[in-house]
């Protein structure tokens, strides 16, 4: 049998092989870990789905090969004959092409090849399906080209491409490295300085060098990328959060209780924070939109993308269509969405897309701060830590409210300032009166 290079996502022409987990000769079965790759998108574990002995690895460790390519062979499985007649010397494998784009509207499609994912793959990025990044002469290139790019000090704009709709993969870029030919000025490269120069820097001083795993690669690349590309504007506000509180409380208060006497349900101030954005979003639809280059996107219901820490970075699953959800169904799948992440057992469809996001750090006692946007979303709300406050009442008195701050995010292309601010108020209207969210 076969075991081909699986396809993760509508824009992945190519997948990388980081580690093989098993040597040729030895015995599989199904469930076992064969490889890991490490994809435009993502870094996961591929397993065997057939029993067998693994008679050849076509594609080392640290190569690269396109989606749909014979990466090894398992003998013992059907149709293994034929691939190892074709392994045998004199008949060099003539790899398989990379499947053509389908027309039309973007499906959802399963993995190509025999190699089926879903229920072992290990996720190890924020990564959602963003798609390539487009160079100023309009090639566009995928993250893991303009990764070795960088790292080889590479001018993408000279790189000649050969992947699917004329993009620029990691195939061009060790191509040109090892043309040499198309290297970065030396005023260019200046500015960029190295590790070894870094390191030098700090000679007298001990450190402890901590190599980046595929998810911090990627998370550096894409905040530097969304820094340099997105206009990014911000607005502040205050919301008093007392009769959110009070909400929550009755809520939890009136959960049903099991026979142990656990209750059915908890909410958190995130879930209401999720229900009000969501409702906020679909108050002002045109504030409901990211940014696909030369449109905007305009989305029906509001797919709220929520940052979630975990070990080496954090990732954002997506709530699907908050705006129609019960708190208390929010509540499930957000706790549920949250272990997933922290296990490490996030799907792709769990956290690619959203309409917008949320970053909430006020469980940290932050009492503010401002997000980056993740593209090809356009804004994100930045929640702090609530706190009680002296604050003016409508008779002149003063009393003590509960006030908690929020940043908004902005990409300007897609939200101006007014729009902006519109959103903003509707999210504080549905927070400091939060039954008309309910209704």
């Given amino acids: 049998m076969d075991v081909l290079m699986p396809q993760l996502g509508e824009t992945v022409a190519e997948g990388k092989i980081t580690k093989w987990y098993k040597s040729a000769g030895d015995a599989v079965k199904p469930g076992d870990n064969l490889f890991e790759i490490e994809t435009d998108k993502v870094s996961m574990e591929v397993p065997s789905t057939a029993a067998g002995v693994l008679a050849e690895i076509r594609v080392g460790a640290g190569e690269v090969a396109p989606v749909g390519a014979v990466v090894a ?9 034929a691939s190892l007649q074709a392994a045998k010397p004199g008949a060099p494998p003539k790899p398989p092409a990379v499947p053509a784009a389908v027309a039309g509207p973007a499906v959802h499609r399963a993995p190509a090849g025999p190699v089926k994912l879903d229920p072992f793959f290990e996720v190890r990025t924020p990564e959602r399906n963003y798609g390539p990044a487009r160079l100023p002469g309009g090639a566009e ?19 000649t491409p050969s992947g699917p709709h004329g993009r620029v993969v990691a195939r061009d870029v060790e191509a040109a490295v090892a043309s040499g030919a198309v290297r970065l000025p030396a005023a260019a490269a200046a500015a960029c300085p190295t590790a070894e120069q870094i390191k030098a820097l700090y000679r007298d001083t001990p450190f402890e060098e901590v190599p980046l795993d595929g998810m911090r690669r990627t998370i550096a690349a894409r905040l530097v ?17 007392g009769r959110l509180l009070a909400l929550r409380e009755d809520a939890n208060a ?13 909410l958190s101030v995130n879930d209401i924070v999720i229900k009000a954005w969501a409702a906020a979003l679909q108050r002002v639809p045109a504030a409901n939109a990211v940014w696909a280059e030369d449109r905007i996107l305009r989305l ?11 070990d080496g970075g954090l990732i954002t699953p997506v709530i699907r269509q908050a705006d ?7 509540s499930t799948e957000m706790k549920e969405l949250a272990a997933r992440a922290r296990a490490k057992k996030l799907k792709p469809h769990d956290y690619q897309g959203g309409s917008s996001a949320i970053s909430n750090l006020g469980m940290y006692g932050v009492r503010e701060f401002a997000a980056i946007i993740n593209p090809p979303q ?15 009442k409508a008779d002149g008195s003063v009393g003590f409210a509960s006030i908690m701050t929020v940043t908004f ?23 400091e009166r939060p039954v008309t969210m309910l209704v």
């Fill in 324 to 330: 129609g959800k019960t708190l208390t169904a929010i």
């Fill in 225 to 241: 990328q969304a820094k340099q590309t997105i206009p990014h504007f911000y607005l502040t506000t205050d919301v008093e959060i």
């Fill in 73 to 81: 062979v398992i003998a013992g499985a059907a149709g293994t004959a």
């Fill in 141 to 159: 290139v995928t993250p893991l080209a303009r990764r070795l790019a960088g790292e080889a000090g590479i001018d993408l704009a000279r790189v």
């Fill in 409 to 431: 995010s902005c990409d300007h292309r897609v939200v101006d300032g007014a729009l902006g601010a519109e959103l903003l108020a509707a999210f504080k209207e549905f927070v």
């Fill in 300 to 310: 029906k219901h509001s797919d709220v993308a929520v940052a979630v820490a975990i």
């Fill in 254 to 266: 009136a959960a049903p209780k099991d026979k142990d006497g656990n209750p059915a349900f908890k």
């Fill in 378 to 392: 356009a804004t994100i709300l930045a929640v702090g830590a609530a706190r009680r406050q002296a604050v003016e």
